[in-house]
Antibody, heavy 127, light 109 residues
Framework: QLQLQESGPGLVKPSETLSLTCTVS?????????WGWIRQPPGKGLEWIGSIYYSGSTYYNPSLKSRVTISVDTSENQFSLRLSSVTAADTAAYYC????????????????????WGQGTLVTVSS | EIVLTQSPGTLSLSPGESATLSCRASQSISSSYLAWYQQKPGQAPRLLIYGASSRATGIPDRFGGSGSGTDFTLTISRLEPEDFAVYYC??????????FGPGTKVDIK
C-alpha cells in the first residue's frame, strides 16, 4: 500500500528557506507518476505548489514559481520542496501528493487528480 | 487560469438527509476534468470523484457527481455521521495548473 510521509522543520524564520522531504513507501518513485506538493493555510483552502517526475521534470504554480524548487532523489525514494524567502503568509500545512498523467492520440498531455496524499505537516513561519 | 467557486459555503443538515453541493468554473472544463475531495478535521483530503462522475476506489455509492462545462454537482444521499466534512472541487487535465474551489462545509444541523 502506497504511503507518503512528509518530514522537516515545523518552524522557520521569516526570510529563510522552508525545506521539506516526502518519503514514498510501498511503491517506487521511479514509476509513471508525478509527485507534488500542496499547501493549506490554517482554516483556509488548498493551493497546489508544484509537481515533479522521477526524471526531474518539474512544473510549478506561477504564483510561487520564483521561490519554489522541487527535487527528487530516486535512490532514497524521496522528493523535496524548498520555498525561499518565506513570510507569515507561507504558514500552512504542507501535503505531499501523487498524481498520474496521460497523452492522448495527438500527443497532448493531460494530468489526473491527486490520488494519494501524505498526512501533512504544519510549518509555521515566525521569528 | 480557471477559477472555481463553490456554493453554499456551509450546508447544515441532519444525518439521513441528502446534500447537494455546487461547483462552478469561470470557463468550460474540457472533458469534465473535475474532481471532488473530502477533508475531515486534522486529516488530508481524500479523492472522492474524478472525471466529474466517476467514484474513486473505495468510495461508497451514496456519493455521486454530475455536470459538465462550467457547472458541476456533488450529491451525497443519506448522510452518514462520517460524511460531515469540508468538500473541495478541483480542476485538472489540460491546464498546466491545478486549482481548487474554496470548499463547502457540511455540518450537523
Amino acid at each position: 500500500q502506497l504511503q507518503l510521509q512528509e518530514s522537516g522543520p515545523g518552524l522557520v524564520k521569516p526570510s529563510e528557506t522552508l525545506s521539506l522531504t516526502c518519503t514514498v513507501s510501498g511503491g517506487s518513485i521511479s514509476s509513471s507518476y508525478y509527485w507534488g506538493w500542496i499547501r493549506q493555510p490554517p482554516g483556509k483552502g488548498l493551493e497546489w505548489i508544484g509537481s515533479i517526475y522521477y526524471s526531474g521534470s518539474t512544473y510549478y504554480n506561477p504564483s510561487l514559481k520564483s521561490r519554489v524548487t522541487i527535487s527528487v532523489d530516486t535512490s532514497e525514494n524521496q522528493f523535496s520542496l524548498r520555498l525561499s524567502s518565506v513570510t507569515a503568509a507561507d504558514t500552512a500545512a504542507y501535503y505531499c501528493v501523487r498524481h498520474s498523467y496521460y497523452y492522448d492520440r495527438s500527443g497532448s498531455y493531460y494530468t489526473r487528480p491527486f490520488d494519494h496524499w501524505g498526512q501533512g505537516t504544519l510549518v509555521t513561519v515566525s521569528s | 487560469e480557471i477559477v472555481l467557486t463553490q456554493s453554499p459555503g456551509t450546508l447544515s443538515l441532519s444525518p439521513g438527509e441528502s446534500a447537494t453541493l455546487s461547483c462552478r468554473a469561470s470557463q468550460s472544463i474540457s472533458s469534465s476534468y473535475l474532481a471532488w475531495y473530502q477533508q475531515k478535521p486534522g486529516q488530508a483530503p481524500r479523492l472522492l470523484i474524478y472525471g466529474a462522475s466517476s467514484r474513486a476506489t473505495g468510495i461508497p455509492d451514496r456519493f455521486g457527481g454530475s455536470g459538465s462545462g462550467t457547472d458541476f454537482t456533488l450529491t451525497i444521499s443519506r448522510l452518514e455521521p462520517e460524511d460531515f466534512a469540508v468538500y473541495y472541487c478541483q480542476q485538472y487535465g489540460s491546464s498546466p495548473l491545478f486549482t481548487f474551489g474554496p470548499g463547502t462545509k457540511v455540518d450537523i444541523k
